[in-house]
Nanobody, 120 residues
Framework: QVQLVESGGGVVQAGGSLRLSCAAS????????MGWYRQAPGKQRELVAT???????NYADSVKGRFTISRDNAKNTMYLQMRSLKPEDTAVYYC??????????????WGQGTQVTVSS
């Protein structure tokens, strides 16, 4: 019914930048909120940043001042601009959307993940 697809991951040197994208498609009536999460091997999945339909944002302390979350409501797409990347940012990054479908069901959806690797 609804799908989220991440893209933009890759390998960069410390201090570099990447921009991740998450595109939602399917029987979507509206997207209530979206967020980015990440998970490194052997660690728990953690919240990176969230954004509401009204544009309010929230960031983990570890990424404040370096990452920027944004969304294009007309395109049902969310972005994460990552700057000044550190090796500890290395993880699989996942998109999550809280989505109201056209059948009036509201659910959380997850993307498949995209790998970000930051080398020293």
């Amino acid at each position: 019914q609804v799908q989220l697809v991440e893209s933009g991951g890759g390998v960069v040197q410390a201090g570099g930048s990447l921009r991740l994208s998450c595109a939602a498609s399917g029987s979507i009536f509206s997207i209530v909120s979206m967020g980015w999460y990440r998970q490194a091997p052997g660690k728990q999945r953690e919240l990176v940043a969230t954004i509401t339909s009204g544009g309010n944002t929230n960031y983990a302390d570890s990424v404040k001042g370096r990452f920027t979350i944004s969304r294009d409501n007309a395109k049902n797409t969310m972005y994460l601009q990552m700057r000044s990347l550190k090796p500890e940012d290395t993880a699989v990054y996942y998109c999550k959307g809280t989505i109201l479908a056209v059948n009036a069901v509201i659910l959380d959806y997850w993307g498949q993940g995209t790998q970000v690797t930051v080398s020293s």
